[in-house]
């Protein structure tokens, strides 16, 4: 069983499996590849003067990936309680266990409301339905949370990407039953 599936692997979801492996979680990262991320050009991204879309976004993935992170190019198309947590079925039929669900679907809300979990309306440009979350992150269904655009912050690479790590440290967080912080040291 993974410890933590991430659905969505733009800068979101890359963001919050790379920090979920490399805190030694087991993780699976789901993606179909169909994101907005690759169609824009950054200049507003904090550290990185400029860069494409299908940079970001493979930057992202190999950045999760180096950590341990299980990349796998597929659509999940139902999430369902299971035992200790839930089972992810993809378009090919697999099924994956994961004790805990991010969420990081950009604005496909579909996944979500089919599993039970809340959305509501979005408040940003273009953004129509969102999941509805705590400041947590935390949807209604315990163990399943969203991060970034589904999620409803601002739709910001920087941002969601942000979100993507705020709403790991949670959950991480929660799985060690301590706050988590993920500080390297610069070497002399
Ligand atoms: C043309 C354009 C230009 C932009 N320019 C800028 C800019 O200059 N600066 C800026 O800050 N922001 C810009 N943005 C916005 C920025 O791209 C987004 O805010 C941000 O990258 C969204 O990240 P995300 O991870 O929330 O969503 P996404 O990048 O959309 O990622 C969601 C991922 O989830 C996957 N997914 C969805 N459902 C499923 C499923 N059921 N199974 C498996 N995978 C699934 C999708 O395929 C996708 O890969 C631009 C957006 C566009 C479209």
């Not at 994961?98 to 979990?117: E, F, R, S, Y």
Request: no cysteine; aromatic share 6%; glycine share 12%.
């Amino acid at each position: 069983m993974y410890e933590i599936a991430v659905i969505g692997a733009g800068p979101a979801g890359a963001s919050a499996a790379l920090f979920a492996a490399k805190a030694g979680k087991k993780t699976l990262l789901i993606d179909n590849d169909k994101g907005m991320t690759r169609r824009g050009w950054y200049e507003n991204y904090y550290g990185i003067s400029e860069i494409g879309g299908p940079d970001l976004v493979e930057t992202g993935h190999k950045q999760a990936i180096k950590f341990g992170a299980e990349l796998i190019a597929e659509q999940a198309v139902s999430i369902a309680k299971s035992g200790e947590g839930f089972t992810i079925e993809t378009e090919s039929g697999a099924a994956y266990e994961a004790k805990h669900v991010i969420l990081a679907t950009g604005v496909m809300t579909d996944l979500a409301a089919k599993a039970g979990v809340v959305t509501k309306d979005g408040t940003e440009p273009r953004i129509k339905t969102v999941v509805a979350v705590d400041a947590a992150g935390k949807t209604n269904i315990d163990g399943i949370w969203a991060a970034g655009t589904v999620a409803g912050v601002s739709v910001h690479a920087v941002i969601t990407a942000g979100d993507g790590a705020k709403v790991a440290i949670n959950v991480i967080s929660e799985l060690n039953g301590a706050r988590y912080v993920d500080h390297d040291v610069l070497k002399a």
